[in-house]
């Protein structure tokens, strides 16, 4: 039989108990779509997993809970990956593309504080607070919102991070992304959701992508199914964005964006680490193209990593437009020399 069928689909995923939460809504959604189809779960622990005494913008690796997986799917041993988009790079290796980008789940970041803090808002919190959160985008923009609060490091899965936060008395209160919380199904935890005017997110957060080798075509048509056309513009120009200021977990940068009546709306920043310092733009542009079908060697462009066949690729030019645009704007006010001194305090 040629194609995908009469084999078992595997599917590879991290270990933790959002990442299954997460595969597994992923493979139902395919399940619905492949009903004939057989699909297998394979699990496997990240170097981000297994390293959890250090902050993630110490490590200094990039992909840090992606890259066993990259690895598997490279060796034929899965045929695709399901992550958070954010864990994603902005460069994939050669020979890998994002075949789906399903569609976001809320993108805000909100607090979960501990239990005697119940009720109350970061602002109401006494002074010297200790905040968790192990984001150095976070920490910078909220650092400069709430002087009075002291931030730390805090690492592990959701589980062991509220854990820590329910148990001790060292944090006040923790940072951690809306939408993980609400798959999780502990969305009664969450205190307070913080608007972009508090914190903007981080680069996809909220989405989950599905990685595949670029040649596997079966693969890469099954998949397509699940990208959410919005989705997929959103998160290409904000991939752009990132690119382009050679951003990653080891500077903060972060972003908001919304697309309404067709038009793409991007706001970018750049911090420093303590946040007194920061440049911060909006732009926008038209993603509103009709979808033409083409045929021939054009059919596989990827835009910052992603293959969408099914959304117009007129919109996807400029929805990476609008990305590199802003960034090269941010770039002309000096967010070369905001970045490059939190990268080095960061490495110090």
């Known amino acids: 039989q040629n194609g ?15 990442a299954r939460i997460q595969t597994d809504s992923v493979v139902s959604m395919l399940r619905e779509l492949y009903p004939d189809l057989h699909f297998e ?33 490279e060796k034929n041993e899965v045929d695709l990956v399901v992550h958070s988009l954010k864990d994603l790079p902005t460069s994939l290796p050669p020979g890998f593309t994002i075949g789906a980008v399903c569609k976001r789940e809320n993108p805000l ?6 239990p005697k803090n119940c009720g109350k808002t970061l602002s109401l919190l006494p002074e010297k607070s200790v905040i968790g959160t192990s984001s150095l985008r976070r920490a910078a923009q909220l650092k400069k919102k709430f002087p009075q609060l002291e931030f730390r490091d805090i690492r592990g899965n959701l589980n062991t991070r509220l854990k820590k936060l329910d148990e001790k008395e060292d944090f006040s ?30 680069v996809g957060q909220g989405a989950l992508a599905v990685e595949v080798r670029a040649k596997d075509q ?12 919005d989705t997929v ?37 750049v911090y420093s680490l303590d946040g007194s310092d920061s440049l911060k733009e909006t732009m926008q542009t038209s993603v509103n193209y009709p979808h033409q079908h083409e045929d021939g060697p ?11 066949k099914n959304v117009p690729s007129q919109a996807q030019e400029a929805a990476e437009n609008l990305g590199v645009e802003l960034a090269n ?9 905001i970045l490059s001194v939190a990268r080095q305090l960061n490495d110090a």
């Open 41 to 73: 779960i394979v699990a496997m622990s990240t170097t981000g997993d297994k390293i959890l005494d250090t902050a993630l913008s110490k490590i200094g690796e990039k992909s840090l809970f992606t890259k066993e997986l990259e690895n598997a799917l």
């Open 109 to 114: 970041d909100a607090v979960v504080f501990h």
């Open 329 to 337: 704007l941010l770039l002309s006010k000096g967010a070369k020399h």
């Open 173 to 202: 209160a923790i940072i951690l992304a809306a939408a993980g919380l609400k798959r999780m199904g502990w969305e009664n935890r969450i205190g307070q959701l913080l608007g972009p005017e508090e914190c903007l997110y981080a």
């Open 4 to 18: 995908v069928e009469g084999r078992a689909v595997r599917v590879g995923t991290r270990r933790s108990q959002l």
């Open 218 to 229: 079966e693969i890469l048509n099954m998949v397509s199914a699940l990208h959410d056309a």
């Open 233 to 269: 513009l959103c998160c290409i120009a904000e991939r752009a964005f990132m690119k382009r200021l050679e951003g990653g977990c080891s500077v903060p940068v972060a972003v908001n964006t919304l697309l309404k009546d067709g038009q793409l709306y991007l706001t970018g920043a």
């Open 298 to 308: 054009n059919d596989d462009v990827q835009h910052v990593g992603v293959t969408a």
